[in-house]
């Protein structure tokens, strides 16, 4: 998502790259200029494995009656101030979703769908 046409340059303008899998980033193969991934989204200054972050984004945005940090601290297995964080990073992308740009939005909201109704222990009649 952050270069949909392919990794190019923003300081020279490049498209050929090294990737340093020791510290996650993209080198330009023209001037040396180092990109990391999150550089410059919202969560730039993350300490999260990306799996602890990918799950904490899924367990927010799919509670049905919200998420506490408390509950994610727990759930993640992280420190609470980090889900804290991570709590409040949510939200201000939830503030960034424009719902009147139905299919253009790169963020789309999700709910869940019961049907049917309680069940009771009575037998049912033959009617």
Same mark, same amino acid.
Request: with cysteine.
């Given at each position: 998502? +952050?270069?949909?046409?392919?990794?190019?340059?923003?300081?020279?303008?490049?498209?050929?790259? @090294?990737?340093?899998?020791?510290?996650?980033?993209? #080198?330009?193969?023209?001037?040396?200029?180092?990109?990391?991934?999150?550089?410059?989204? !919202?969560?730039?200054?993350? /300490?999260?494995?990306?799996?602890?972050?990918?799950?904490?984004?899924?367990?927010?945005?799919?509670?049905? =009656?919200?998420? &506490?940090?408390? #509950?994610?601290?727990?759930?993640?297995?992280?420190? @609470? +101030?980090?889900?804290? +964080?991570?709590?409040? +990073?949510?939200?201000?992308?939830?503030?960034? &979703?424009?719902?009147? /740009? !139905?299919?253009? &939005?790169?963020?789309?909201?999700?709910?869940?769908?019961? !049907?049917?109704? =309680?069940?009771?222990? =009575?037998?049912?009649?033959?009617?």
């Amino acid at each position: 998502m +952050k270069w949909p046409t392919g990794f190019y340059c923003e300081k020279c303008g490049c498209t050929h790259y @090294y990737f340093n899998e020791k510290r996650t980033l993209f #080198e330009c193969a023209k001037c040396g200029h180092q990109h990391y991934l999150f550089a410059g989204t !919202i969560f730039q200054d993350n /300490k999260l494995p990306l799996f602890k972050l990918i799950l904490g984004l899924y367990l927010f945005f799919s509670a049905n =009656k919200g998420c &506490s940090a408390m #509950e994610l601290a727990s759930e993640l297995d992280v420190n @609470y +101030k980090t889900t804290l +964080k991570l709590c409040r +990073k949510c939200r201000v992308l939830m503030t960034l &979703s424009n719902s009147e /740009k !139905i299919l253009d &939005s790169m963020f789309y909201e999700s709910d869940t769908i019961y !049907i049917g109704a =309680k069940t009771s222990n =009575k037998p049912r009649n033959g009617n």
